[in-house]
């Protein structure tokens, strides 16, 4: 069973930057897609940036201009360079797969929190 562990999270202020790395323990090239999503308090889950298996991407209309996706495939990794952080960037993100038989593969999330 691959697994997905997330890390990079933490308290930065407005205007700040972070860095979240999400590792995977198989080969990520064997998932059609991987991605960030993200989930406030008393809010649903929505998607912020998403990677497909050739390299595509799509972004949140919210983060566009402000955070990259980007994989390594020799180190089974993706990461979600956000710059320009504003306190609504604060949230849960958790790392996401999609297999091609549909399934998905879901991290434990890490807390981003911007506040000056």
């Known amino acids: 069973q691959v697994q997905l562990v997330e890390s990079g999270g933490g308290l930065v202020q407005p205007g700040g930057s972070l860095r979240l790395s999400c590792a995977a323990s198989g080969n990520i090239l064997s998932f059609t897609a991987m991605g960030w999503y993200r989930q406030a308090p008393g809010k649903e889950r929505e998607l912020v940036a998403q990677?497909?298996?050739?390299?595509?991407?799509n972004y949140a209309d919210s983060v566009k201009g402000r955070f990259t996706i980007s994989r390594d495939n020799v180190k089974n990794t993706i990461y979600l360079q956000m710059n320009r952080l504003k306190p609504e960037d604060t949230a849960v993100y958790s790392c996401n797969a999609v297999l091609y038989s549909g399934s998905t593969i879901w991290g434990q999330g890490t807390q981003v929190t911007v506040s000056s």
């Open positions: 990677i497909s298996r050739v390299g595509s991407t």
